[in-house]
């Protein structure tokens, strides 16, 4: 069974660019989250998407992020404009959802990891 | 006051040792409790859900005290392998079935 796929693996942008993160979780998955995971730190969840719907964006820096999963699949994360503080990795995560799943394993890609100059 | 705090290490352990890691937590909301597994420059892989009974999965063994707000892991006969950061993860009741992760304790089992 296919993991969840992100790409890029890796950017190096300058602050005040703009960068575009994507992600395609496992088949079936209808739970999406993004992930922000600092150097030394755990991940710190941005965003949650069930199906196409947002269920949580409450630690989403909103003046300057943007994520979106259209057709709830694919999703992509933004940053514009970036700064120096948003170099990390952006890890996308999926899982099942409903009834009848005991407990909420996450499973994540491989991440992004960014760099601001 | 974090969420989830772990004591970050690094907990460095000659192979076959014993080590444990504590975790605490503060929302005494939460229902849920997990270890994940990260390793270096990898991203994070559940390794054992946590139960007030306490469970084991061959060499580890996990231990939740709802009372103390407190979750532990113990990792017997250390192998090489064993190397990673260990996070320690909370998650509420509810639909949102969020998880909220620790910083993490480094472990490096040495030869």
């Known amino acids: 069974e296919a993991g969840v796929a992100q790409s890029p693996r890796y950017k190096i942008i300058e602050k005040r660019q703009s960068v575009a993160f994507w992600c395609n979780p496992i088949s079936g998955h209808a739970t999406l989250y993004w992930y922000q995971q600092i150097l030394g730190q755990g991940p710190k969840l941005l965003i949650q998407f069930q199906n196409n719907g947002v269920v949580d964006d409450s630690q989403l820096p909103k003046d300057r992020f943007s994520a979106e999963r259209l057709k709830g699949v694919d999703s992509t994360l933004k940053i514009q404009p970036a700064k120096l503080e948003d170099s990390a990795v952006y890890l996308c995560?999926?899982?099942?959802w409903g009834a009848g799943v005991p407990y909420n394993e996450q499973f994540f890609g491989p991440g992004t990891r960014l760099t601001v100059l | 006051r974090k969420e989830v705090e772990q004591d970050p290490g690094p907990f460095n352990v000659p192979e076959g040792a014993t080590v444990a890691f504590n975790c605490t937590y503060s929302n005494s909301a939460s229902q849920s409790f997990f270890w994940y597994r990260q390793d270096c420059r990898k991203e994070p892989k559940l390794l054992m859900s946590?139960?007030?009974s306490g469970n084991e999965d061959g060499r580890f063994t996990a231990q939740l005290n709802r009372a103390s707000q407190y979750i532990s892991l113990l990792i017997r006969d250390s192998k090489l392998s064993d190397s990673a950061t260990y996070l320690c993860v909370v998650s509420r009741s509810g639909s949102a079935r969020q998880l909220t992760f620790g910083s993490g304790t480094q472990l490096t089992v040495l030869p």
């Open positions: 946590v139960y007030s």
């Open positions: 995560a999926s899982s099942l």
